[in-house]
């Protein structure tokens, strides 16, 4: 058989199980299904549950949505830009489909293959990826939207196979570039246990509360750790980082524990100022991302508060760039750019919008930085420093083992000899990690001189002017902060 023969084989299957389907007779599904079609159109349905993932999901939540997404937009484009082009597949003729069951708009496009069934698969597949337990839910709702666009007579079979089978492969694709976190690594699994006094109602505990800090988050926490902290002392702070700092120097002064309420920035400055102080830090999460939170698995109030209650804490590495403290992460080169970028566009179009065209942009204009890394001349388009070892390997670092190893991981993205077409071509497929251009060691100290005049430098997703010569290195004293241990 020859291969335009079996395409005619498959076509006339194709018409012959579209007539059947076209015949049966379910009118529980009539109104049902193209409502479900209709609920699909632009992915208005998919961006509905990232949303709600987003918001009630946690971190998992908010992982498993952005990896939905990520994929509906790739399979998106794939299957209605070069597939359909190539194709050119007319729609079913709509006379054997009952009119109770047509869609009020018939779609325009060809039909091969359907999008509607590849950006439904992409996200389930992709979110369940993330979180295994939503397959059960999100499989059975992917599938009925995929049927429901033969049943309402806009595809033929082929087109919705073909088109979940690639949204499928797109979503199991992510994981080449964005690993897959398991679960049980989102949090480190040797800790330095610390002994602390313990903190019932919360006497001897100042918290200082940012309210600019990245969400809502720390206005909703005021009233239930008043309820849960009755005898803390709480100080509000809704102004910029001296005010701050200051706010956080005074409150250390008088307390027993420190405590702070925001996002890592507010984390970081309260860490500096409780290690030389040298009293406990317990923090509340109130940003937008709250890494270090999650990292001590404190993911709401009351992972604080039982911890504090226990005695509860472990020692943690305190890193530095440039003698400003980080405890997640420090950058130069692309990243500092592409957050300042950012955060100029934020206040009109929201953050996660501005991420994206901010990204794009560096992409587009973005020039190599030539530094000096321990007296060797480099051209990078970015390093990454992680306040201890990451994983896994590559440039998508998702978690520590430990939080205490004295350990710098150091990742540079080199510049000198592959261009930005071919960086962004092999984070796309993967191969980054893999490729000659991808730099990973761990040190205990590195040693920056820029070629080219100060550096702007960034620190758990803050940035700062930077001078020309600096350090990034390990503070010789530990961070003693509450934790549930175990």
Known sequence: MTIKSLLRWIDAKDVEWFRRAARGHAPELDKTLPRLSRAANKSVLWMAIAALLGLVGGRFGRRAAARGLLSIGISSAIANGPLKYASRRPRP??????????????????SFPSGHSASAFAFAVGASLEMPYLAPALGPLAGAVAFSRIYTGVHYPSDVIVGSILGSTVALATRSFWPVAPSDQLGPHQVTRVEVESITSGTGLTIVVNMSAGSPLARDLLKPLSE?????????????DDDLEAVIERAAEGARVLGVCGGDGSINLAAEVATEHKVPLVVFPGGTLNHLAR???????????TAMQAGDAIALDVATIADRPFLNTASFGAYPELVDARERLEDRIGKWPALVFALWRVLRKGEPTEVEIDDEPRKIWMIFIGNCRYHPSGFAPAWRERLDDGQLDIRIIDAASWGRTRLIASVLTGRLGRSRIYEQRLAS?????????????ARDGE???????????????????????G
């Open 445 to 457: 100290q590195v040693k920056i001189r820029s070629l080219n005049g100060p550096l702007r430098l």
């Open 295 to 305: 990292d001590i698995r404190v993911e709401k109030l009351d992972d604080a508060v």
């Open 463 to 485: 940035t700062f002017d930077g001078p020309e010569e600096f350090f990034i290195e390990k503070r010789a004293q530990p961070l003693t902060i509450y934790a549930p241990v």
């Open 93 to 110: 003729l709509i006379d054997d489909v009952p009119v109770v069951r047509r869609l009020s708009r018939a779609p325009r496009s060809t």
């Open 228 to 240: 849960a902290l009755p005898e803390a002392v709480i100080e509000e702070v809704d102004t910029d």
